[in-house]
Nanobody, 115 residues
């Protein structure tokens, strides 16, 4: 069993920054990748950023140059630094972990970008 606990969401003005954290615990051996997705009402969950065990990183086009994903392996924690936030970044952000062909999800954290 894998548990993912997210933190760091909140309300921020356009142009501001937030840092999301996701801590993994439980059966977290042989992790292949961790990452962040986001979802707004009526839309499918979409990839924001992901990082594999060998450090390969993938970003959605809409966040390139603004968001940075990083991982602290010793703590099995993944971060998402979000800068220059836009109103369209408003969503529930979910952390995910891929291990052994199974995807595990966190509970989600709300990010609202509004003036």
């Amino acid at each position: 069993q894998v548990q993912l606990v997210e933190s760091g969401g909140g309300l921020v003005q356009p142009g501001g920054s937030l840092r999301l954290s996701c801590a993994a615990s439980g059966s977290i051996f042989s992790i292949y990748a961790m990452g962040w997705y986001r979802q707004t009402p009526g839309k499918q969950r979409e990839l924001v950023a992901a990082i594999t065990n060998n450090g390969r990183i993938n970003y959605a086009e809409s966040v390139k140059g603004r968001f940075t994903i990083s991982r602290e392996n010793g703590k099995n924690t993944v971060y998402l630094q979000m800068n220059s936030l836009k109103t369209e970044d408003t969503a529930v952000y979910y952390c995910d972990l891929l291990r052994g062909g199974t995807v595990y999800w966190g509970q989600g954290t709300q990010v609202t970008v509004s003036s």
